[in-house]
């Protein structure tokens, strides 16, 4: 799981910081304020490689994720790209876990065959 969900994190990493420039461009923001919410986010991500096999940590990608669509309100294409991401992030779980299940179960039959079974 932590493979998937890191491959996820990271391309989320460069989409926020793409979709901080593109915001950038809009008048109405301050552009540190884009710049903040952006750079926090874009750290977030990175640190939840690292944290996403811990207690809290599939539920923090979830709140990324969630940021990620919301951020659509203020760079409209992003109410597409988090929906994408929502996807890849519930597929890295879901077939995440699955994949950890099945290795769990082939290094358990190999620990049972015996050492002479390799």
Same mark, same amino acid.
């Given at each position: +799981?932590?493979?998937l969900?890191?491959?996820?994190l990271i391309?989320?990493?460069?989409?926020?910081?793409f979709a @901080?420039? #593109?915001? +950038?461009k $809009?008048d109405?923001?301050?552009?540190?304020t %884009?710049?903040?919410v952006? @750079?926090?986010? +874009? %750290?977030l991500s %990175?640190?939840?490689c690292?944290m996403?096999t811990?207690?809290g940590?599939? &539920?923090?990608g979830?709140?990324? &994720?969630i940021?990620?669509i919301l951020? @659509? *309100? *203020?760079?409209?294409t +992003?109410?597409f790209?988090?929906a #994408?991401f929502?996807?890849?992030?519930?597929?890295? %779980?879901?077939?995440?876990r699955?994949? $950890?299940?099945?290795?769990?179960?082939?290094?358990?039959a &190999?620990?049972s065959? @015996?050492? $002479?079974a390799?």
């Amino acid at each position: +799981m932590r493979v998937l969900c890191s491959s996820t994190l990271i391309g989320e990493f460069f989409v926020i910081g793409f979709a @901080g420039l #593109v915001a +950038m461009k $809009d008048d109405g923001l301050a552009t540190s304020t %884009v710049w903040w919410v952006c @750079g926090v986010a +874009m %750290v977030l991500s %990175v640190l939840l490689c690292g944290m996403i096999t811990r207690p809290g940590g599939v &539920q923090l990608g979830w709140a990324l &994720q969630i940021g990620l669509i919301l951020s @659509g *309100f *203020f760079v409209p294409t +992003m109410f597409f790209l988090g929906a #994408v991401f929502a996807g890849l992030w519930w597929a890295s %779980v879901h077939y995440g876990r699955r994949i $950890d299940e099945v290795k769990a179960s082939w290094a358990a039959a &190999q620990a049972s065959a @015996g050492p $002479d079974a390799a």
